[in-house]
């Protein structure tokens, strides 16, 4: 028990400290300074319909707290894309989640990135891409997209860290609604939901 709970400590240790590094590198590309909570993460991962047969896409996995919350929910590695921007992310990601699709590349150039899959339909994206930090245009152009990738109804799910969502909903194109405010969290976060208008 005592050598588990070491284990697991230093774990979290070396995932924090790969997080900082990579912030220090890249400020604006990480956008926080420490890992998504894995509370914060498992209500992402909570928006996945295992059984709707479709892959899952994740952009911005950072160090893979989010990315273990997926595949705990039930998806298989084969069925997961993945999108990290950082080269000092990317390479542990690929060793620590062997099976993974993973794409090294800027989530605002998916269509070169995503290559062949690019025109599949994905069940959900989980997105941890600091958007803050981007344009508003940028933003709603990015979500557009996803959007399209996605199965008719089906989330886009956004973690963020200020008060409003960092996409405002646009009219008869797709709906925002809140999804939940997670305290145990560094900082605390917001997590917002998007879908496509109903016809």
């Known amino acids: 028990m005592v050598f588990r709970l070491k284990r697991m400590i230093t774990e979290k240790f070396d ?18 300074i420490l890992p998504t909570s894995g509370v914060a993460a498992r209500r992402m991962a909570s928006v996945i319909d295992v059984h709707s047969g479709r892959p899952v896409l994740e952009i911005g996995a950072g160090t893979g707290v989010i990315t ?45 990135i995503m290559d062949e899959r690019y025109e599949q339909t994905f069940d959900c994206v989980i997105s941890a891409v600091p958007m803050l930090s981007f344009p508003p245009e940028k933003r709603v152009a990015l979500l557009e997209e996803l959007l399209d990738m996605v ?4 989330p886009v799910i956004q973690i963020t860290y200020g008060a409003l969502s960092p996409i405002p909903p646009q009219r008869g194109r797709f709906t925002v609604s809140h999804y939940d405010f997670v305290v145990r969290n560094i900082p605390p976060a917001q997590l917002w939901v998007y879908r496509r208008a109903a016809d």
Request: glycine share 12%; aromatic share 12%; net charge negative.
């Open 68 to 112: 273990k919350a997926i595949l705990d929910r039930g998806v298989s590695p084969s069925s997961l894309v993945s999108v990290e921007y950082s080269e000092h992310f990317i390479e542990a990601l690929r060793e620590n989640f062997p099976g993974v699709d993973f794409r090294h590349g800027d989530a605002f150039d998916l269509k070169t």
């Open 151 to 154: 199965g008719p109804g089906r």
């Open 15 to 32: 995932e924090e400290m790969r997080f900082f590094k990579g912030w220090q590198r890249d400020m604006k590309g990480v956008g926080a």
